[in-house]
């Protein structure tokens, strides 16, 4: 399952060819109202995300406290308020809310915010509830329509955002973490390093695969 979950977010930053002709920016970047949950770990909320000054692949984006149910009409990603992400994890985002529209691609949330509703489910269970709220994201691979859900689940790992005024505080804030901002510590930290294998290893196939296309 972890494996699959590491391939999902690989493929889906492959969505887009690695040979698109420069000056194309395809699908244009969607404005977004960004729901910040927070963080039941490190507490972090709306506030503390905005003055982390974090910058999102939005063509516009909103902050929305986790309590306002006012989107402004926009699609809206949830998110912890004290996590990170690599601007291409949005790029299957973006490319739902190109290909559906706002209205039946709607509602995003990070894996940590999923973890977070889910309470507290043994680890598989877990791992079993992401995988299924993932699968939107196969549907854009395959070209199917959009299957429907309550929230789709953004399949992307995530960091620390963190004033890092340690070596440590650093070094944690660097590392992506496949269940969110704070899950690799115990147990969990083996899964991190199997999904981090995971994904550079299914990264490399896919850029060799290009490679060996003919020009
Ligand atoms: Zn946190």
Redesign the pocket.
Known sequence: MVERMARREVAAHFLIPADQPPGVIRPPAPPMAVRIMS?P????DADRFQSAGIALPFAEWRIVAADDPDTGGLPTLAV????WFAPRAMLPVAIAIERFGPVAAAAFRSRAVAVTELGELPFDAVLAALDEQESWADALLTGDVLPAQPARTVPAASR?VSPATTWAAYRASVTARFLG??ASDADQGRWNEVYLVNRRDAAVRTLEGYASCPA
């Open positions: 963080c770990d490190c507490g972090a912890l308020g004290c996590e620390l901002p704070h």
